[in-house]
């Protein structure tokens, strides 16, 4: 009696063909995607546990396709800007502040184009959800260059880093249910720059200013989230515990105590020391190398890299 083909079929495919989130087109993406949170949460996730996240997050289902385009390095911006046939094509390459256009600029904005005006719309509808609260979770506007980067992991974020106060566990709960009305703000309100921003790069005869948007983002930020999103996790539940670092510890040294890590090693090799992490594609954690006990190099995780490289100091 032989195995079915089907049940045969699965196994080889579960043995062969790896995760998307897995595959060199995240790469340098998971890279920067941890150095960031670390810097920006003083906490390391594994990437793998929350790429997948995307799909699942309470946002407009355009931002996620945008999202996932931009982590496995597909977006058409930028240097891979091909746009002909309009007259301001030249836009999507690069924006008329003369830096080079991408996902990351346009959420932010520029001298060119002031967000501050719909970021206080932003700020004003989260913080009607929390009154008073300064927690960083609930102030995109102190989310850097990439301020995307959170809404994959907000729930552990918050579940690990919220300060050891008094009614800690009450404060926990009422974020964990305001979560998904939250990242359906944020990611509407990302979702509405993106919209915007193309439009203006396609439409010769549309010009995006800020200040002319604010009513049209209020009234789509008063929305609640669309039933079909209601019942989909947000942000990274149930993710895995993390070593060294004590939840609560809002502003305690990057990934928590360091004495729990393994000793840092001071022969450190890397192919470009220079090399820094704004370059996406090329990072420099494939190359790091220590020892192992015969004194020959060995290949380490990329977990026990960044660890390594955040505790020498080498992407200050």
Same mark, same amino acid.
């Given at each position: %009696?032989?195995?079915?083909?089907?049940?045969?079929?699965?196994?080889?495919?579960?043995?062969? +063909?790896? $995760?998307?989130?897995?595959?060199?087109?995240?790469?340098?993406?998971?890279?920067?995607?941890?150095?960031?949170?670390?810097?920006?949460?003083?906490?390391?996730?594994? *990437?793998?546990?929350?790429?997948?996240?995307? &799909? /699942?997050?309470?946002?407009?289902?355009? %931002?996620?396709?945008?999202? &996932?385009?931009?982590?496995?390095?597909?977006?058409?911006?930028?240097?891979? =800007?091909?746009?002909?046939?309009?007259? /301001?094509?030249?836009?999507?390459?690069?924006? *008329?502040? @003369?830096?080079?256009?991408?996902?990351?600029?346009?959420?932010?904005?520029?001298?060119?184009? !002031?967000?501050?005006?719909?970021?206080?719309?932003?700020?004003?509808?989260?913080?009607?959800?929390?009154?008073?609260?300064?927690?960083?979770?609930?102030?995109?506007?102190?989310?850097?260059?990439?301020?995307?980067?959170?809404?994959?992991?907000?729930?552990?974020?918050?579940?690990?880093? =919220? *300060?050891?106060?008094?009614? #800690?566990?009450?404060?926990?709960?009422?974020?964990?249910?305001?979560?998904?009305?939250?990242? &359906? %703000?944020?990611?509407?309100?990302?979702?509405?720059?993106?919209?915007?921003?193309?439009?203006?790069?396609?439409?010769?005869?549309?010009?995006?200013?800020?200040?002319?948007? !604010?009513?049209?983002?209020?009234?789509?930020?008063?929305?609640?989230?669309?039933?079909?999103?209601? $019942?989909?996790? +947000?942000?990274?539940?149930?993710?895995?515990?993390?070593?060294?670092?004590?939840? @609560?510890?809002?502003?305690?040294?990057?990934?928590?105590?360091?004495?729990?890590?393994?000793?840092? !090693?001071?022969?450190?090799?890397? #192919?470009?020391?220079?090399?820094?992490?704004?370059?996406?594609?090329?990072?420099?954690?494939?190359?790091?190398? +220590? *020892?192992? $006990?015969?004194?020959?190099?060995?290949? !380490?995780?990329? #977990?026990?890299?960044?660890?390594? $490289?955040?505790?020498?100091?080498?992407?200050?």
């Amino acid at each position: %009696m032989y195995p079915a083909l089907d049940y045969l079929t699965k196994l080889v495919v579960r043995a062969r +063909v790896g $995760a998307p989130a897995k595959t060199l087109k995240f790469e340098a993406f998971s890279d920067w995607w941890v150095v960031t949170l670390g810097h920006m949460f003083g906490v390391v996730l594994d *990437p793998g546990n929350y790429i997948k996240e995307v &799909w /699942r997050l309470a946002i407009p289902e355009g %931002m996620k396709e945008v999202l &996932w385009k931009e982590m496995n390095g597909a977006q058409v911006l930028g240097h891979r =800007y091909h746009g002909r046939g309009y007259e /301001r094509s030249d836009m999507g390459r690069f924006c *008329p502040c @003369g830096l080079e256009m991408t996902l990351g600029h346009i959420l932010v904005g520029c001298e060119v184009y !002031v967000l501050q005006p719909l970021m206080e719309v932003l700020l004003a509808a989260l913080g009607a959800l929390h009154p008073g609260s300064s927690f960083k979770t609930l102030h995109p506007d102190s989310w850097g260059t990439s301020p995307w980067y959170p809404l994959l992991a907000l729930g552990s974020l918050e579940e690990v880093t =919220y *300060p050891i106060v008094k009614g #800690r566990k009450k404060i926990l709960r009422g974020l964990k249910k305001s979560r998904q009305q939250r990242v &359906w %703000m944020i990611g509407a309100y990302y979702w509405a720059l993106w919209k915007w921003r193309m439009k203006e790069i396609h439409d010769t005869g549309f010009n995006f200013l800020p200040a002319n948007c !604010v009513a049209s983002l209020r009234d789509t930020l008063a929305q609640p989230v669309p039933k079909h999103l209601l $019942a989909q996790t +947000v942000g990274g539940e149930g993710s895995e515990e993390i070593p060294g670092v004590t939840p @609560g510890q809002a502003h305690a040294p990057l990934l928590g105590d360091l004495t729990k890590l393994p000793p840092p !090693v001071s022969h450190l090799v890397t #192919r470009d020391v220079g090399q820094r992490l704004s370059d996406r594609g090329k990072s420099i954690l494939r190359a790091l190398r +220590v *020892p192992d $006990a015969s004194g020959r190099p060995r290949r !380490v995780s990329r #977990r026990e890299a960044i660890l390594q $490289a955040l505790t020498d100091g080498v992407y200050t």
